[in-house]
């Protein structure tokens, strides 16, 4: 008979926010739970985003007046992913999604708002909304954590202004926009945060969460008001089994393992295998580098590795929540150019000088153009205007004249020409293609129209658009010397194969037999969205959806 040394209804293992949902749901359905994390701080990658959830009939998106159905939104992700995904997975958080934010907002401190402008994003597809499917985290103050705040893992510095001041998605809107009001709103943001005299003394860090902060930060004081303990430095080992089923799991504490019996199952919420690089190579399309990942360093597919050491099956492994990204040297995760690309003024070209695709599409969609056709190196070009006006990455836009805040390695990343053929020179790209491939952009830009790849054309491209650049807001010429270029790598959020699960969660062998007692989640579980991105947010929404269904599953027998 097999010794235990701690026995729990619920063993939830990794602290995202689907594994906090989980252990949050089924806490309250009575259940005795554990979280397990292996890195020092709790959160994960989930801690480090932006917090957003795409959530199609989301309850908040009626109060804003758009409506939605189960029927348009199965049709849009069935369109996308009908192929790779189980429709009964479809359907399972098509009709989850709501009812778990609609029992987070009403059973714990989780709160959220549409981003009524927030497109999905292919808006060509049957099915798919101008926005309102996407919400973002209302702000939530670090004082509510007490002595837990210690222990958050900090947002990731690209969603901080000048790597400090934490922001709402909405706001970010307003700021990069330079919608109205937007230099009010730094103002105020700056100030805040300088005149919190109180903490300043104690911490760099901002009192005021936000994104995926808010999002963690509001779950870990629901998990205490609800008595959870999340032990971290507690990476789990191994899983235990009995007659083919999961009876627990080894815990490593202190150095020393922990034998955990989990009377009611275990939930994997590991993440992916970003920063395993034997698994990277194994799986991904080539060339591919951990170091080009903008998620959790901690992230080395050990739920995955676990599972299928036990039989577990595995789908989409080689799928990832694709993004565009810079690294910077000295820091320990890659830079997701999520908005850089898309401003009006920049372009995507590969070493022929040559662009390839619309710069305005979703982070997903610009990667899976850089791996075909020969595009890789690829490169960001864009011109002495665009950096006036622009955040680049953590460049704040020159026009706010605190660009020299910023570490001189900063500017060093960029390289910089007289001309469009001294920067070609600098990045070795063909210099006759460069200037061949500016000079017809910039025809585009003055007609409004992309010939070549329709930027601009669509609610979601001018989302990150400049409504003061006629007549399409997504184009500008490159035009004012210096230049600039920067290379930009097939980089990722996250990877989304992984182990193959039911409609609740329930891990599968390869042959479709569930492994009882097991369950698994967010990067660790084969996406629900199966090769694609619908909508910002699509990568947490499922993970709190099926972390909330495989908890209501698992208490049923409570
Ligand atoms: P994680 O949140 O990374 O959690 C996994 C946890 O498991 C980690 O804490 C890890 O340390 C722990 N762990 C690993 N191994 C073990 C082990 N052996 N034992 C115990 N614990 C272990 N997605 C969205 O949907 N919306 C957004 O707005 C968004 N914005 C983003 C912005 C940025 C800058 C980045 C980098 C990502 C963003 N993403 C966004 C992607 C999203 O953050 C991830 O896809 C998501 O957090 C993955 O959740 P997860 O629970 O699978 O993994």
Redesign the pocket.
């Known amino acids: 008979v097999m010794q235990y040394d701690h026995q729990v209804d619920l063993l939830v293992?990794?602290?995202?926010?689907?594994?906090m949902t989980a252990a949050l749901r089924a806490a309250h359905a009575g259940a005795q739970v554990l979280i397990?994390?292996?890195?020092e701080?709790?959160?994960?990658?989930?801690?480090?985003?932006?917090?957003?959830?795409?959530i199609p009939c989301n309850h908040l998106m009626r109060d804003c007046g758009i409506d939605d159905s189960d029927d348009e939104a199965l049709r849009y992700l069935r369109a996308l992913c009908a192929d790779d995904v189980p429709d009964a997975n479809l359907r399972a958080f098509v009709d989850g999604g709501p009812r778990m934010l609609r029992w987070l907002c009403e059973h714990s401190q989780v709160r959220y708002q549409a981003m009524a402008y927030y497109a999905d994003y292919y808006q060509h597809l049957d099915g798919a909304k101008p926005g309102g499917r996407?919400i973002?985290p209302i702000a939530y103050d670090a004082r509510e954590l007490g002595s837990d705040f210690a222990q958050l893992?900090a947002?990731?510095i690209?969603?901080r202004v000048l790597g400090l001041i934490g922001y709402t998605?909405t706001e970010g809107a307003v700021l990069l926009s330079k919608s109205p009001g937007w230099f009010g709103l730094l103002l105020k943001l700056l100030r805040d945060y300088l005149l919190d005299l109180p903490w300043r003394l104690r911490s760099l860090r901002s009192r005021r969460l936000t994104?995926?902060n808010a999002l963690?930060g509001r779950l870990r004081r629901s998990l205490a008001d609800a008595a959870v303990p999340l032990w971290c430095n507690?990476?789990?080992?191994e899983l235990l089994t009995d007659l083919g089923g999961v009876t627990g799991a080894i815990?490593e504490c202190n150095g020393r393992p922990i034998r955990i019996k989990a009377r009611h199952g275990v939930v994997l919420?590991?993440?992916?295998y970003?920063f395993n690089q034997a698994l990277r190579e194994q799986h991904l399309p080539s060339p591919t580098r951990r170091q080009w990942?903008?998620?959790?360093p901690?992230?080395?597919?050990?739920?995955l590795l676990?599972a299928q050491a036990i039989g577990a099956g595995t789908a989409l492994m080689d799928q990832a929540?694709w993004?565009p990204t810079m690294v910077v040297p000295g820091e320990d995760?890659?830079?997701?150019l999520?908005t850089e690309r898309s401003m009006p003024g920049a372009i995507v070209v590969n070493r022929r000088g040559e662009r390839f695709v619309n710069e305005s599409v979703a982070y997903t969609t610009a990667v899976q153009a850089m791996l075909v056709d020969d595009n890789l190196p690829s490169y960001l070009i864009f011109d002495a205007r665009y950096l006036r006006d622009y955040p680049f990455g953590p460049l704040l836009p020159g026009g706010m004249h605190l660009n020299w805040l910023q570490p001189p390695k900063m500017h060093r990343l960029l390289k910089r020409g007289a001309s469009l053929a001294a920067l070609a020179e600098q990045l070795s790209i063909d210099a006759y293609g460069l200037q061949r491939s500016v000079a017809r952009f910039n025809g585009f830009a003055r007609s409004g129209v992309d010939e070549d790849f329709h930027r601009g054309e669509n609610p979601y491209d001018r989302l990150y658009g400049d409504v003061r650049i006629k007549p399409n807001a997504c184009l500008a010429p490159l035009s004012e010397s210096p230049y600039y270029g920067i290379e930009i790598y097939p980089g990722d959020?996250?990877t989304?194969g992984g182990l193959r699960t039911d409609e609740h969660a329930r891990v599968l062998r390869n042959d479709g037999a569930v492994i009882d007692g097991l369950y698994a989640?967010?990067?660790?579980?084969a996406s629900v969205t199966g090769r694609y991105y619908p909508g910002?947010?699509?990568?947490?929404?499922?993970?709190m959806t099926f972390?909330f269904l495989a908890a209501e599953h698992a208490c049923q027998q409570l």
């Open positions: 293992v990794g602290s995202g926010a689907g594994a397990v994390e292996k890195a701080h709790y959160g994960g990658t989930s801690a480090t985003s932006g917090g957003g959830l795409w996407s973002d893992q947002p990731h690209q969603t998605n994104m995926g963690i507690s990476p789990m080992r815990i919420g590991t993440g992916g970003e990942s903008a998620a959790s901690h992230n080395t597919g050990d739920g676990a929540w993004g995760r890659a830079r997701m999520f959020i996250g989304k989640i967010g990067n660790c579980a910002a947010g699509a990568t947490l929404g499922p993970a972390g």
